[in-house]
């Protein structure tokens, strides 16, 4: 048990940290102190060039000054009003703001609090809506191997990752998973989306021959799977699964949480893509990852099947008590504010080019094996230690850091996600930084 009278602003133990190492970084702390535009300023006075936007959510770079000043603004104006029959101004507009920026037709938002979140959210109304379309017959939902949607129940039982579901029992029932899409045997060091895999979208085809059209409410994808290491869809596949889904009837949920809000050169991977979801689930970029917010997109025709009955009943049972916070939507507006006047929901198309040249130029690396990108993203898979896997990408992680870089790393593959503000300067600077860690043989 902790002795509170012996704890000092040093003392680590009571924090229980997320997806870490507790016992090394503890031995070992990185410590952040600071941020300014591209850079993180650590415990002891250096400066890290942030390769990874923070978690995939920093999109427009660090502590800028819109974003700031409306949550101080908000904050000395209305703090908190509940979202349960009443409402705030700024949740309305926000929610204007971004059915403007999907996708046509997406014309519905629910607010949520985080990307895992959105997912259950979104899965929760694919099923009642379902439902409310008297097809109760449709309790199945479909995910993929090496798919993250989140750490809530939902989210781990449409997900693939074995690590995130493995203690967790027997998750949802009535739940299957397509094959994931990685083939390094065939498209090993592609530029942008690979040549071979789109057939694999016909996967879906015997999955729905197994369980039936009739039983299956909807499928979830990531249109780049990120928290796996960065698979990016073979050609035709988004456009595969679209048509399959529409010919039966089932729902089709892109899971957006690190693709929105600008990551690929469009607003959204549907409109990157061209392929139009029936529900998308976003958070992180949305407000820049300085607020816990998320939102989920809805066609119009998912919205207007609840409303139904009488004007008085709730239509939907369900949200947070958090769902359009003030504080968090002023943030939301001042994001959006920032990435129309920088032009940096589009910026990613004209960096690409470049960013992909100076990737795929660490190939001659040592213990490289794969190299993909697309967008502002990028992957190096490396060869794994044998016998101990996922130890050679934290040692390439720990020793970026010492280095003045933050990459992030899952499993043997290191993910690039930079801020997109980035200048080709510091793409360089990022690369150069990567290569010299990996020359040293980790």
């Not at 349960?84 to 059915?99: C, D, S, T």
């Not at 008590?321 to 589009?346: H, M, Q, V």
């Amino acid at each position: 048990m902790s002795n509170r009278l012996n704890a000092t602003p040093n003392d680590m133990r009571a924090f229980w940290m997320p997806f870490t190492a507790n016992r090394q970084f503890k031995k070992e702390p990185r410590m952040f102190v600071g941020a300014k535009d591209m850079y993180y300023t650590t415990h002891d006075g250096r400066q890290v060039l942030d390769g990874t936007a923070g978690l995939w959510c920093v999109n427009a770079g660090h502590c800028r000054p819109k974003i700031t000043e409306a949550i101080r603004e908000q904050a000395g104006e209305l703090d908190y009003a509940p979202a349960f029959q009443l409402g705030h101004p700024k949740a309305f507009e926000l929610a204007n703001r971004l059915v403007d920026l999907a996708p046509e037709g997406m014309d519905h938002v629910l607010y949520t609090n985080s990307g895992s979140e959105s997912v259950d959210t979104a899965l929760k109304v694919a099923l009642a809506y379902q439902r409310v379309k008297g097809h109760g017959s449709r309790p199945r939902l479909i995910g993929r191997e090496r798919g993250y949607h989140g750490v809530n129940f939902g989210g781990i039982s449409v997900g693939g990752i074995v690590t995130n579901r493995k203690m967790f029992g027997t998750l949802l029932t009535g739940v299957d998973h397509m094959p994931h899409t990685h083939l390094p045997s065939k498209n090993a060091f592609s530029k942008g989306m690979p040549e071979h895999g789109g057939d694999l979208a016909d996967e879906l085809e015997r999955i729905v021959t197994l369980h039936d059209a009739s039983t299956i409410a909807a499928v979830i994808v990531e249109p780049v799977a990120g928290s796996t290491g960065v698979l990016i869809p073979p050609k035709g596949y988004l456009q595969r699964l679209r048509e399959i889904c529409t010919k039966h009837g089932i729902l089709l949920i892109f899971d957006e949480v690190i693709t929105g809000f600008g990551r690929l050169g469009a607003p959204f991977a549907a409109q990157y893509f061209d392929v139009k979801p029936d529900i998308i689930t976003t958070a992180k970029g949305l407000t820049n990852g300085v607020i816990p917010m998320g939102a989920v997109f809805v066609t119009g025709e998912i919205h207007d099947a609840f409303m139904n009955g009488p004007e008085h009943l709730i239509e939907f049972f369900h949200g947070y008590t958090y769902s359009g916070n003030p504080i968090a939507s002023a943030a939301a507006l001042g994001t959006l504010d920032t990435y129309k006047e920088e032009g940096l929901l589009t910026r990613a198309n004209e960096l690409a080019p470049y960013w992909e040249e100076q990737l795929h130029s660490l190939r001659d690396c040592p213990n490289v094996i794969d190299i993909r990108n697309i967008g502002l993203i990028g992957a190096i898979e490396l060869k794994a230690i044998d016998g101990e896997p996922t130890k050679r990408a934290f040692n390439a992680f720990l020793q970026a850091y010492k280095d003045g870089l933050l990459i992030r790393t899952t499993g043997d593959i290191i993910a690039l996600s930079p801020p997109l503000i980035i200048t080709k300067a510091e793409i360089d600077e990022l690369f150069d930084k990567l290569r010299k860690v990996l020359m040293k043989n980790i």
